[in-house]
């Protein structure tokens, strides 16, 4: 993190990057100037709490210290007028940001401002009139059943198959179609559900109580789901039977290792993991051992082919390129320059995809391996959310999508 100078332009350096952790961010001053307060990401879901205190003329004078150690996510911070305390949003112990406050010089664990309701975020302090306005976001998250058109017919319009007042995401049918499963936050916490192909039986599969888990996979027998949760700080994989039970914990690393999928043939899994300074494409056996890098220009999220032959994988969240490399490593291909992260999945014709923001993304497209031309399937209205999934029959596909995000900008006067 670093301190320009309004006078001459030059940086000064107040913080340096950590090993195990991504970045600093959301920086804020102390109202005497004598502090700077910011947030240290870890991972996707876990960020904690950082003061480093100020020289005169804006140094740095000592290391940052940290003084949260929720292993939750925090989104924004501010101090309180008299410097006495952190006003923060942030998900700690369960799916929901609130409100916080951590007190100076005591220290200690932060507290709720439960009054303040939950699904706060954004908070701000005005020093001179001692208020506090903060907005509160209530974000919801849908998947929907699109049938597929018969060659030279329009497809018909789509059908909301899992709802609730909460984020549903990520669905993907079973290997018999029978059933899906989907990662939900309509418990409160982020947790892998089940449910039947109609939507209905709903029932929660883990119950880990993390900051975050999800991006749930079939293993090709039907029997056996494997997952990605930050329980421990780092992501990390885990398999666990479809009729619930202790998860069985698949990687063991300090990296981030998430976004799995399965091999056609059951014995390996696919996933992105950072563990090489770099995210990119590993592969392990599903009985665990040790992984073997796939990718080496980047990578994040991949599907093997029908045939094992390739493996089609996105390089990430920003980088809206499709590529394709040999399931046992080799040169790398590009295959389409604009697809939207989690939301392709690869059949035996070709490749159905939610293009990138910049290239259409409300609509769903299909990609043919033997004609390597784009056609349009149907316009989709409303905004991509993750994942995307054909059912085995290639009649239907499920999509997710943010259906709702009410807001509005709350005030408390006199905030003490």
């Keep these: 993190m670093l301190l320009l100078s309004p006078e001459d332009g030059e940086k000064t350096r107040l913080t340096s990057s950590q090993p195990s952790w991504l970045d600093d961010r959301t920086p804020a001053f ?26 005169p003329g804006g140094q740095s004078s000592r290391e940052a210290r940290q003084v949260t ?60 009139l001692g208020s506090l306005v903060y907005t ?3 974000p919801r998250a849908d998947t929907w059943q699109l049938e597929l058109p018969a060659p030279g017919r329009k497809a018909s319009e789509p059908v909301k198959l899992l709802s609730s007042t909460r984020g549903d995401f990520n669905a993907q049918y079973s290997p018999d179609g ?7 936050t309509r418990s ?42 930050n329980i421990e700080g780092n992501f990390e994989l885990y398999i666990i039977a479809v009729e619930g039970g202790k998860p069985r914990r698949l990687t063991t690393n300090p990296s981030d290792d998430g976004v799995a999928s399965w091999s056609r043939d059951g014995k390996a899994i696919y996933f ?19 992984p073997v890098q796939i990718t080496r220009h980047g990578g994040n999220v991949a599907f093997e082919s029908l045939d094992q032959a390739f493996v089609y994988y996105s390089k990430g969240r920003f980088e ?72 085995p029959d290639g009649r239907h596909i499920l999509y997710s999508q ?7 900008l709350m005030l408390v006067e006199k905030f003490r």
Aim: hydrophobic share 40%.
């Design 69 to 128: 150690f929720g292993n939750g996510w925090i989104r924004a911070l501010t101090w309180s007028a008299d410097g006495g305390s952190l006003i923060f949003s942030s998900y700690r112990g369960e799916n929901n940001s609130w409100l916080w406050r951590l007190r100076f010089p005591a220290g200690g664990a932060p507290e709720r401002l439960g009054a303040l309701g939950d699904h706060s975020f954004e908070p701000a302090i005005a020093p001179q």
């Design 188 to 229: 409160g916490w982020s947790e892998v559900w089940v449910c039947d192909s109609n939507g209905s039986n709903a029932r929660q599969l883990t119950f880990l109580k993390a900051p975050l888990t999800g991006s749930p996979r079939w293993a090709p027998d039907g029997n056996h789901i494997v997952f990605d949760s």
């Design 30 to 55: 102390s109202p005497d100037g004598r502090q700077l307060a910011f947030v240290r990401e870890k991972n996707a879901g876990v960020s904690e709490l950082f003061i480093v205190p100020l020289a």
């Design 402 to 408: 943010s259906d709702q995000q009410n807001s509005e």
């Design 320 to 391: 809206t390129s499709l590529w394709k490399v040999p399931a046992g490593g080799g040169e790398e291909q590009e295959v389409l320059q604009s697809i939207w992260w989690l939301n392709f999945a690869v059949v035996r014709e070709g490749i159905f995809f939610r293009p990138g923001h910049a290239d259409g993304i409300w609509s769903l497209r299909f990609f043919s391996f033997r004609t390597e031309a784009t056609t349009l399937v149907a316009p989709i209205e409303g905004t991509a959310d993750v994942g995307l999934s054909v059912s």
């Design 136 to 138: 509160r976001q209530i």
């Design 272 to 290: 992105a993991s950072d563990r090489s300074g770099k995210w990119q494409i590993w592969k392990v056996s599903a009985e665990g051992g040790a």
């Design 178 to 184: 029978k059933h899906i499963v989907f990662h939900s």
